[in-house]
């Protein structure tokens, strides 16, 4: 039931992300950001080997649900509302072709772990690919968008695959570390919001492009 | 093998109707709606066929001709996939492609006879039928290899052995996919209208404008026939042969497909019909899901 | 509302008339109405022009020239060249009257009178690749005859042109002479869902020529009336928006809510579409305090079923997507055609007759002005959304604050000889422009309608640019513009 599960939520995350390549509005981007964010909440739940006590579940847990799934959604739609940034920025890669991408990727890295020999030390090597994929995918919508906001949630797909590698190869984390990386997730995107709001103000626009000609 | 066939064209000729019956109440109840009793569908076949057809004077013979073939060729393709386990079944190498090129027959026929109207409706409407046929086609076909591969054979009937424990989230991944196709092949919302008056707007329906009386009755016919074969290859999908008795599996059967009526209906309740610019979108990611689901399936990695 | 004796109207030489018309319109001011008339026999140009942020309304004239080896033939330069807003008054000059604006860039008939639209009467997009469809004027739902016709590339509409007249029935022409007792009932089918817009137009005509000022409680109960009618038309456009999109909950809903919102004009006067409400010197029906009670309750619940059934819109993003970004009209072309009513307000232009033009009770007290700024269906369905709540609101207001007293006051079927009268009066389609001029013997020499949908229908048509055919339904139900109104 619980190796069901663990494959039923690596697979929600990989179709997400495919969810977010494939996106072209920053709302829905939210949308599907958040969803992630509840899916990582019930990750600690399905790694039966925690030693340290239900402390240690629960507290990730109600962490990255209301943090990851409630309060930097929230953060990044308000700033959306603020720049009333639309969607006409096209990427670097277009959006389908961006998607097939993000799904061979997600097939490499099964592939990938497979090779690898320190699979056997990993509990779920199912989820530990999900989490590889999420850190290619993650460093994809990085590079290939030009919309702040869309770079900010190729950021938290990042972050967020971290947060799943980690769970999936160790199962524990020391708690405070998990906290720590949490809090400090949060004050870094409250400083890319305030930071894209003036840049807005000052650009008009929060396309990275803008920002190229700002460096010479 | 005869009376296998025999049982599947009748359970398509006569259970078919019913389908867009439920499909209709269950909008009904949606709106709040008393809605058309769920037999309107034959009630109208009835009436139609009672009535004389008129043929615009500048369609030709292939006009008067594509009913009957659209009518006939997606009537045999329900030939594999036989509504009752156990008999055997008309079953080759690779019959999948000869049901799903059937359908494309009975396509290739309703468009050149939309075509040959002359109307300029009708000419738009052939082309977002080719258009969106040829964008859902892969993902039939993906979906079909996917469960091949877990069957173990080439031919459709070794695609159809449900749900197991172990392959459970691939079958899942192609059942998915192989719905939203079904929404669209049959012109059902997000990607169509049927029960809209707006030619402008129209896929499907507006590729029958020109025809009346029998061949409008035959048009619709088939039009049920095919919604009645998708339901029931996803039930078979779903449903697993190897744990039920045949007796159990065909009492399934005949519950779930009204049941995959009911799902439509909620889903055409719930969502707007899509822009015409997203339907490439909304077929292109069935076509990643059941991509993902191709690509789980080569490897053991469930296993993990 | 407002009258100016035909002696006190300066005339203007065509020169300065073209200078001022031009400087005017583009200083704020808006063409409310531009008409030919034959007064003593001698024909001139009336145009109308209201100023939103004043609050004023101008009436400048002048007299054509007449053209040279041509005896009885007029002519002007064409405004539209510099000024589109004047493009469709022009032609609709040139049909009525003969006057011929020099230079129109595409001088052709705006209604048809005498004979059917022809082939080679639309602007066509030429090319290989274009293709041309044509709709109505027979259409497969039960509305109202209209043609459209479509230059497309594809799917893409790259020009939309409307073309009217089939529901022509000479509507002003009948009117002169008047007033008489049976024109009233040929206002209020000028557009049969606008009625009380109409009736309460051509009700303030008299009222002003013969200087009757309706009894207070006479004009809470017309505002009442105009408001139901508003609700009603809204609700049922936001029901047949969703209808277009195949959303069915509230298109069924709204159906029915719509009718509730009828029922309740039904409630005052016995007609659906308040028919026989407005009556010149007051109203024809007063509301008792059984129907007041009545009508208050079935408001709250009709805003309760309204409110769930609309809301189901908001939430559904599949909806959203469809509205959103689809048939806009920018704040600056909306501008430039002069659109007027809930369209213009969703395009960002916050003109409400109520608010800037008001008169009646709307003087004391008016609802907030509903104000979007995108330009597509979905600012329109949200106006629209705005609008209704605002004025279930104000109809609970002005029911529980309704003046006592008389509902009619006599004598306003008597109109002052050689004056020219111009009412304002918002709709819900937007605002309604009657003008009339009386002769010497105080009877109409002359009687101008414009209905909203004249100044909208091009807005239509620029929505549709570089959008999808199939989503010309959809944008069409977002205008929800009215042909017989346009037809007259």
Not at chain 2, 126 to 153: C, D, N, Q, Y
Not at chain 2, 206 to 218: H, R
Not at chain 3, 88 to 98: A, Y
Not at chain 3, 313 to 321: G, H, I, K, Q, R
Request: one cysteine or more.
């Amino acid at each position: 039931m619980q190796h069901n599960l663990l494959i039923l939520i690596s697979l929600l995350i990989i179709l997400s992300n495919l969810f977010l390549l494939g996106s072209s509005r920053t709302r829905a981007m939210l949308r599907g950001i958040a969803a992630q964010g509840v899916l990582l909440s019930i990750l600690p739940f399905l790694f039966p080997m925690h030693k340290s006590g239900l402390v240690s579940i629960i507290v990730p847990a109600v962490l990255s649900i209301t943090i990851k799934a409630i309060l930097i959604p929230y953060f990044l739609h308000r700033v959306i509302q603020r720049v009333n940034t639309e969607n006409a920025l096209n990427p670097y890669i277009g959006y389908p072709v961006s998607v097939i991408i993000g799904l061979l990727i997600s097939y490499g890295s099964f592939l990938f772990i497979e090779k690898l020999p320190f699979s056997y030390l990993s509990i779920s090597p199912f989820t530990t690919s999900a989490a590889f994929a999420s850190i290619l995918i993650g460093m994809l919508i990085i590079s290939t968008r030009r919309n702040v906001i869309a770079q900010i949630i190729g950021y938290l797909v990042f972050e967020n695959a971290g947060f799943i590698l980690g769970i999936s190869i160790s199962s524990t984390m020391p708690l405070f570390i998990e906290i720590g990386i949490m809090l400090d997730l949060l004050a870094g995107i409250f400083i890319m919001v305030v930071a894209v709001s003036r840049i807005h103000i000052l650009f008009d626009s929060v396309g990275t492009q803008k920002l190229e000609r700002l460096n010479k | 093998m005869i009376i296998n066939i025999c049982l599947s064209i009748a359970a398509a000729l006569v259970l078919s109707p019913l389908l867009g019956g439920i499909i209709n109440k269950t909008k009904a109840f949606y709106a709040g709606r008393k809605g058309s009793p769920v037999l309107q569908l034959y009630f109208d076949l009835f009436k139609l066929f009672r009535k004389e057809s008129v043929i615009s004077t500048s369609a030709t013979f292939i006009f008067q001709a594509a009913p009957a073939i659209i009518f006939t060729s997606t009537l045999a393709a329900t030939i594999f996939v036989p509504f009752i386990p156990g008999l055997p079944a008309p079953s080759f190498t690779c019959d999948f492609i000869l049901l799903f090129y059937l359908l494309g027959l009975s396509r290739f026929f309703l468009i050149i006879s939309a075509l040959d109207t002359g109307s300029s409706f009708e000419g738009m409407g052939a082309s977002r039928e080719a258009f969106f046929s040829a964008l859902a086609e892969p993902v039939t076909f993906v979906t079909i290899l996917t469960m091949l591969r877990l069957g173990g054979g080439t031919s459709i009937q070794a695609a159809f052995r449900g749900l197991s424990s172990e392959s459970w989230i691939i079958i899942i991944l192609t059942a998915v996919p192989f719905f939203i196709v079904m929404l669209a092949e049959n012109a059902r919302i997000p990607f169509d209208d049927p029960n809209t008056h707006l030619e402008l707007t129209m896929i499907h329906e507006v590729m029958l404008l020109d025809n009346s009386g029998a061949n409008l009755a035959l048009m619709e016919w088939a039009a049920s026939i095919k919604l009645w074969l998708f339901s029931l290859i996803i039930v078979k999908i779903l449903l697993p042969a190897e744990i039920l008795t045949p007796a159990a599996y065909t009492g399934l059967t005949i519950l779930a497909v009204p049941a995959v009526a009911v799902i439509t209906g909620t889903v055409e309740s719930v969502m707007a019909r899509a822009s015409l610019l997203k339907v490439p979108q909304l077929l292109f990611s069935a076509g990643i899901i059941a991509f993902l689901g191709f690509f789980l399936s080569l490897n053991q990695f469930l296993g993990w | 509302m407002i009258k100016f004796k035909l002696s006190s109207l300066p005339i203007f030489s065509e020169s300065e008339f073209r200078e001022k018309a031009l400087g005017l319109t583009s200083s704020g001011c808006r063409i409310s109405s531009f008409f030919a008339s034959a007064v003593e026999g001698k024909r001139k140009l009336y145009l109308v022009l209201s100023d939103d942020e004043a609050g004023t309304v101008q009436v400048i004239t002048t007299q054509p020239a007449a053209v040279p080896g041509n005896s009885g033939e007029l002519s002007f330069h064409t405004l539209t060249t510099e000024n589109p807003a004047f493009h469709l008054f022009e032609r609709e000059i040139f049909e009525q009257s003969g006057i011929r604006p020099e230079g129109h860039p595409w001088l052709k008939p705006v209604r048809y009178p005498d004979r059917r639209p022809a082939e080679t009467d639309f602007f066509r997009v030429e090319g290989s690749e274009i293709h041309q469809v044509a709709v109505g004027p027979v259409h497969a739902g039960i509305i109202e005859p209209g043609h459209f016709r479509f230059q497309c590339h594809g799917e893409t509409v790259y020009h939309l042109e409307t073309a009217h007249g089939f529901q022509h029935r000479g509507i002003e022409t009948n009117l002169i002479g008047g007033p008489r007792p049976a024109d009233l009932c040929k206002i209020e089918v000028t557009a049969g869902d606008s009625s009380i817009a109409h009736s309460t137009a051509y009700c303030r005509i008299l009222e002003v020529l013969s200087e009757t000022a309706p009894p207070a409680r006479a004009e809470a109960i017309r505002a009442i009336a105009l408001e139901l009618e508003r609700c009603a038309n809204h609700i049922g456009d936001l029901g047949a928006l969703a209808g277009d999109i195949g959303y069915l909950p509230t298109s069924s809903y709204c159906g029915r809510i719509r009718g509730d919102f009828l029922n309740m004009s039904a409630l005052i006067c016995g007609n659906r579409f308040g028919r026989g409400v407005i009556q010149p010197g007051g109203t024809g029906f007063d509301l008792s305090d059984k129907i007041k009670e009545q009508l208050l309750a079935r408001l709250s619940a009709g805003r309760d079923d309204f409110i769930s059934a609309v809301s189901l819109l908001w939430d559904s993003p599949t909806v959203l997507a469809r509205f959103e970004s689809t048939g806009t009209v920018s704040q600056e072309a909306s501008e430039q055609i002069g659109m007027v009513g809930p369209a213009a307000r969703a395009s960002g232009c916050g003109r409400d007759i109520r608010q800037n033009h008001p008169s009646g009770i709307y003087r004391t007290d008016c609802p907030k002005i509903a104000v979007s700024d995108k330009g597509d269906v979905f600012s329109r369905a949200w106006v629209r959304w705005l609008e209704v709540k605002e004025s279930i609101d104000f109809i609970e207001k002005l029911l529980q604050g309704l003046p006592s007293g008389d509902v009619f006051i006599d004598g306003a079927q008597k109109p002052a000889a050689d004056t020219l009268a111009v009412s304002l009066v918002e709709g819900w389609r937007g605002e309604v422009c009657h003008t009339a001029i009386t002769g010497t013997d105080g009877r109409f020499s002359s009687y101008k309608i414009v209905d909203p949908s004249f100044h909208n229908w091009f807005g239509l048509a620029l929505a549709l640019r570089d959008e999808q055919i199939s989503d010309f339904p959809v944008c069409n139900k977002s205008f929800n513009l009215s042909y017989c109104g346009f037809d007259l």
